[in-house]
């Protein structure tokens, strides 16, 4: 039996693959840090579009987070609370208000993201969403938009008028 050597392409690949996935980890956690602890607030869907695809855009299963922000739409806290399959994920209202509860916000901004690269909201999309904004409006958190993240493009349910 012959073994067969992985040629020094595949290394140095497996290596620049690695090294890229190192440098986006920083850049997400400088990004954070910064948000957290600056006057920096998502005022702006761009700004939020920005940091999602870093949080969402390489994801292979549907992740639904929420960004829970002060009154002055300053980052409290980045939480991915469902986790799904490759096309579908499970989100309950119920835990969506315990965790805003928790952290005390007074604004939340929802994303998830569509591993088939597709960014177009669906209907269920418009459903929780809807749901969740009703939930929320309960104990006076407002939900501030929805974004879609797809490979390389973000929806924002508020630019489409959908919030």
Known sequence: MKTVKPS???YTSEAAFEQE????AEAKHLLYARLQTSDQ???????????????????QHEVFCCLFLDSKHRLIEYQELF???????????????KAALRVNCAAVIFAHNHPSGAAEPSESDERITTRLKSA???VE?????????????VVSFAERGLI
């Open 8 to 10: 020094n392409e595949m």
């Open 41 to 59: 607030a998502f005022t702006s869907p761009k700004a939020t579009r920005d940091y999602l695809c870093l949080q969402l855009s390489e994801r």
């Open 141 to 153: 958190i407002r939900v501030l938009d929805h974004f879609v993240v797809g490979d390389r493009t």
């Open 83 to 97: 986790v799904g399959t490759i096309d579908t994920c499970s989100v309950h209202p119920r835990e969506v208000v």
């Open 136 to 138: 929320l409006a309960l």
């Open 21 to 24: 996935n190192q440098l986006i």
